[in-house]
């Protein structure tokens, strides 16, 4: 009975890190300036960061299997991307997780969004953010100067809408 026990405190201990309102497992924090990153597009097109400086920028860290991104992704399209897509000074960039060109088409089909969406191998930019083990759906607004100036975690009504209006003053 004690090893069971034991076991049972054993896997608890070491299961994936637990986030909660006040600790996100983010590496980064509100004042930091974004670490660069380079991404390729599904359509191939490749984004570097740091040539963004001078635009806001959202980071949407997502993936397929997530259940709670696909809730939040139809509020960016039509509360955030279609409202400011066409302004020079936004780059929305979606980050996936470590799934492969065809999965991500056919994510980004079935949401369905027409903001371009990126591939993160082995999650390596997401691990520049936040802990590797943490969970997603997270979003990271970038100022103009390159600061991290909001960041979010799941998907709550009340956050999504600070952050869109985060966006819009920064825009305006």
Not at 32 to 40: L, M, Q, R, T, Y
Request: net charge positive.
């Amino acid at each position: 009975m004690k090893q069971i026990f034991f076991i049972l405190a054993l896997l608890i201990s070491t299961t994936a890190y637990t986030q909660t309102k006040d600790d996100r497992a983010y590496l980064v924090k509100v004042g930091d300036i974004a670490p660069n990153f380079s991404i390729s597009l599904t359509d191939g097109k490749v984004i570097k960061l740091s040539e963004l400086k001078g635009k806001v920028v959202m980071l949407q860290f997502t993936a397929s299997w997530c259940s709670v991104c696909r809730k939040e992704m139809p509020h960016i399209e039509y509360d955030i991307w279609q409202k400011h897509k066409i302004n020079p000074n936004f780059s929305l960039v979606a980050i996936d997780r470590d799934e492969p060109l065809e999965t991500v088409l056919k994510f980004a089909k079935s949401v369905p969004i027409t903001y371009s969406i990126g591939l993160d191998p082995k999650a390596d930019i997401f691990a520049l953010y936040a802990q590797r083990e943490a969970g997603i759906t997270r979003n990271v607004i970038i100022d103009k100067t390159g600061k991290i100036v909001f960041l979010t975690r799941l998907y709550d009504e009340v956050e999504f809408k600070k952050m869109t209006e985060v966006i819009d003053g920064l825009l305006n």
